[in-house]
């Protein structure tokens, strides 16, 4: 197996060294690359499968054997890229239940002792991505107009981009604050959230 680290972010880093140890090594990593066949490929595939391993890591652990021979490609290292010759199949799309009132009222109390409670807050109360969250720096809190700007991997996001709750947004990316807080206490009081 060729381990070569590129100019990738940390967690698509730990997510392909995760996959080569848990599922590439004990099952093709003895195998030279040179004689790692299609066949080799789509049988792991297939073990996986039959092991219960869910479809979406299934897809994650091809995507990072077919980046890694597509670099020993590249370095000629291996005459074609073995992966690319076997389909996985793209895992149905999950619809994602939104929070219930209640499940955010046990979300928030479970968490004020916590000292990201006011992360625990802003997730209830915009819905923000993982990336989002990470993304949230002191400089990016507006104090004095009460809003909170939104990046995304560091760059601002686009309003197509954000989710309903973010109706009233007064620039791209910037969120009022106080509206946010207005819509959230509507919602909880109508018995909805987060949807």
């Known amino acids: 197996m060729v381990h070569v680290k590129q100019h990738v972010r940390a967690t ?64 000629e290292l291996v005459s074609r890229n073995v992966a690319k010759m076997v389909r996985v199949e793209r895992p149905k799309a999950e619809v994602k239940q939104p929070l219930s009132v209640e499940e955010a009222r046990t979300l928030l109390d479970a968490t004020t002792d916590d000292s990201r409670h006011a992360l625990w807050v802003l ?28 990046h ?3 760059t601002p996001l686009e309003p197509r981009n954000l989710t309903r709750m973010w109706s009233e947004m007064n620039v791209y990316g910037h969120v009022n604050l106080d509206a946010q807080r207005r819509a959230l206490d509507d919602q909880l009081t109508r018995g909805r959230c987060c949807q």
């Not at 923000?128 to 002191?138: A, Q």
């Open 152 to 154: 995304r991997h560091g």
């Open 123 to 150: 997730l209830v109360m915009l819905g923000l991505r993982r990336s989002e969250v990470c993304g949230l720096r002191w400089e990016h809190v507006d104090f004095e107009a009460r809003t909170l700007r939104i």
């Open 12 to 75: 698509t880093w730990r997510a392909h060294e995760r996959n080569t140890r848990l599922y590439l090594l004990p099952s093709i990593g003895k195998k030279k690359l040179a004689q790692l066949g299609v066949r080799d490929v789509r049988l792991m595939i297939d073990r996986m499968r039959a092991d219960g391993v869910g479809a979406r890591t299934t897809q994650y652990v091809h995507a990072t054997l077919r980046v890694a021979l597509e670099h020993a490609h590249r370095e």
